[in-house]
Nanobody
Framework: QVQLVESGGGLVQAGGSLRLSCAAS????????MGWFRQTPGKEREFVGR????????FYPNSVKGRFTISRDNAKNTVYLQMNSLKPEDTAVYYC???????????WGQGTQVTVSS
């Protein structure tokens, strides 16, 4: 497992941008798929996107496709979530996760709050 710490959350106006970072500890970062999720109170955790081990392949749900971009820097053990054209419905706590496979996410960060005002 890896330990994950998210940062970069905050308050932004609708239409604005934020970039979240997720720093990982441990030597196994580059062997993990990395994902981003979000959750609002009373709702299930929602998948936001993922990136493969070498940062070539990404996948996003329709809700964020074209607005969010995931990238990673394996030399820095960090994965990023660039969020553009933010909407109030993007307000949530955002979590990064790591998994040796796409079947199971083994490690989770503590989350960072993103609030988008209208």
């Amino acid at each position: 497992q890896v330990q994950l710490v998210e940062s970069g959350g905050g308050l932004v106006q609708a239409g604005g941008s934020l970039r979240l970072s997720c720093a990982a500890s441990g030597r196994t970062f580059s062997s993990n798929f990395m994902g981003w999720f979000r959750q609002t109170p009373g709702k299930e955790r929602e998948f936001v996107g993922r990136i493969d081990r070498i940062g070539v392949s990404t996948f996003y749900p329709n809700s964020v496709k074209g607005r969010f971009t995931i990238s990673r820097d394996n030399a820095k053990n960090t994965v990023y979530l660039q969020m553009n054209s933010l909407k109030p419905e993007d307000t949530a706590v955002y979590y990064c996760a790591a998994g040796a496979t796409l079947i199971k996410w083994d490690s989770w960060g503590q989350g960072t709050q993103v609030t988008v005002s209208s």
